[in-house]
């Protein structure tokens, strides 16, 4: 397969070029994103942080569902806004709390395969869902859930907080299959007991609380190497990686793993002295784990294959989604 054709698959992927439009939204809000001044992380992360005393953070977050998954699937739509939500909160190495949700439907069968979707959710990631709001007289269907989670101030993992000489981690469970009738979703969930699933959720706190690693984020629609690309440009900061050593299903090509929302995976950086200790604690959750570069201070993302190298995202002059973390 033609590496420039992979390179440039991953920077016209629309799963990373939709994000250019938070640097739009961020603008507006900057300004006053911490009026009250106990705003601890903000935009660029997986959820915000809020400082409620006592050492602790409240962690916030919300998902919309894409409208083609709605068109695709509404029970899976469901079911994947509990999945995306919690693995906001848990990328964070935190607890997650509850969620509240929006639903917009005049469709009582499609409103009801949503709940169903949402239901199945909870139970497996153990999560409640509290409340939330109904538009039952739309004429559209869509969904969107918000999560509220708790973390210790010193264990949070932020996006931003990556370091020169840092180790890049790639986990992902490869013990998944594509979703009937989609192209993007790696299912390793639903087919899962809620111990499995949930011991992937809680090693993130594990890994928070021992302080092995610098930033972390959960993969999702940008896909692997663009979810790394954002939490570089959180941190200001770029990387070399070795894309022979990031861990992908032996039957699948590169072009659609870079594109895949994996169920449960992450990527997250750490110090030589505690990498192989973050490496062992993720495999235990039966999520593959691997280092596959170091961290650059030159803003630069750049990708190694058969002793060629390319540039995926130069931060000196383009944007994923245009700023470096507030915080």
Same mark, same amino acid.
């Given at each position: 397969?033609?590496?420039?054709?992979?390179?440039?698959?991953?920077?016209?992927?629309?799963?990373?070029?939709?994000?250019?439009s938070?640097?739009?939204?961020?603008?507006?809000?900057?300004?006053?994103?911490?009026?009250?001044?106990?705003?601890?992380?903000?935009?660029?992360?997986?959820?915000?942080?809020?400082?409620?005393?006592?050492?602790?953070?409240?962690?916030?977050?919300?998902?919309?569902?894409?409208?083609?998954?709605?068109?695709?699937?509404?029970?899976?739509?469901?079911?994947?806004?509990?999945?995306?939500?919690?693995n906001?909160?848990?990328?964070?190495?935190?607890?997650?709390?509850?969620m509240?949700?929006?639903?917009?439907?005049s $469709? #009582?069968?499609?409103?009801?395969?949503? %709940? =169903?979707? !949402?239901?199945?959710?909870?139970?497996?990631? &153990?999560?409640?869902? *509290?409340?939330?709001?109904?538009?039952?007289?739309?004429?559209y269907?869509?969904?969107?859930?918000?999560?509220?989670?708790?973390?210790?101030?010193?264990?949070?993992?932020?996006?931003?907080?990556?370091?020169?000489?840092?180790?890049?981690?790639?986990?992902?469970?490869?013990?998944?299959?594509?979703?009937?009738?989609?192209?993007?979703?790696?299912?390793?969930?639903?087919?899962?007991?809620?111990?499995y699933?949930?011991?992937?959720?809680q090693?993130?706190?594990?890994?928070?609380?021992?302080?092995?690693?610098?930033?972390?984020?959960?993969?999702?629609?940008?896909g692997?190497?663009?979810?790394?690309?954002?939490?570089?440009?959180?941190?200001?900061?770029?990387?070399?990686?070795?894309? $022979? #050593?990031?861990?992908k299903?032996?039957? %699948? =090509?590169? !072009?659609?793993?870079?594109?895949?929302?994996? &169920?449960?995976?992450? *990527?997250?950086?750490?110090?030589?002295?505690?990498?192989?200790?973050?490496?062992?604690?993720?495999?235990?959750?039966?999520?593959?784990?691997?280092?596959?570069?170091?961290?650059?201070?030159?803003?630069?993302?750049?990708?190694?294959?058969?002793?060629q190298?390319?540039?995926?995202?130069?931060?000196?002059?383009?944007?994923?989604?245009?700023?470096?973390?507030?915080?």
């Amino acid at each position: 397969m033609d590496f420039g054709e992979i390179i440039e698959s991953i920077r016209t992927f629309k799963g990373v070029t939709r994000k250019h439009s938070i640097a739009d939204v961020r603008e507006k809000l900057k300004d006053i994103y911490n009026i009250s001044g106990d705003v601890y992380l903000a935009f660029g992360d997986d959820a915000a942080a809020i400082d409620i005393g006592n050492d602790q953070l409240m962690l916030l977050a919300t998902d919309g569902i894409w409208g083609s998954l709605m068109q695709i699937d509404p029970w899976w739509s469901g079911y994947c806004s509990v999945l995306v939500n919690v693995n906001d909160i848990a990328a964070m190495g935190g607890r997650p709390m509850g969620m509240t949700n929006v639903l917009s439907s005049s $469709d #009582e069968e499609i409103t009801n395969q949503i %709940m =169903d979707g !949402i239901k199945e959710g909870v139970k497996k990631f &153990g999560v409640p869902m *509290v409340g939330g709001h109904t538009h039952p007289d739309t004429p559209y269907n869509s969904l969107d859930v918000a999560i509220s989670g708790i973390v210790d101030k010193d264990a949070i993992i932020p996006s931003c907080g990556a370091k020169l000489d840092d180790n890049v981690i790639v986990a992902i469970d490869l013990d998944g299959s594509i979703y009937p009738n989609t192209e993007i979703n790696w299912d390793t969930t639903s087919d899962k007991t809620p111990e499995y699933v949930q011991k992937q959720i809680q090693i993130m706190n594990t890994i928070g609380k021992k302080h092995l690693v610098h930033a972390a984020k959960d993969i999702s629609n940008p896909g692997i190497v663009g979810t790394l690309g954002m939490l570089l440009e959180a941190s200001n900061m770029g990387a070399k990686i070795n894309m $022979d #050593e990031i861990p992908k299903p032996d039957d %699948m =090509d590169w !072009i659609r793993w870079f594109k895949m929302y994996p &169920g449960s995976a992450f *990527v997250l950086t750490a110090p030589d002295e505690t990498t192989d200790e973050t490496l062992k604690l993720l495999n235990s959750a039966n999520i593959t784990a691997t280092t596959i570069g170091c961290v650059t201070d030159d803003k630069n993302l750049q990708m190694t294959y058969e002793n060629q190298i390319k540039t995926v995202f130069d931060f000196n002059s383009e944007i994923i989604m245009g700023f470096s973390e507030d915080k």
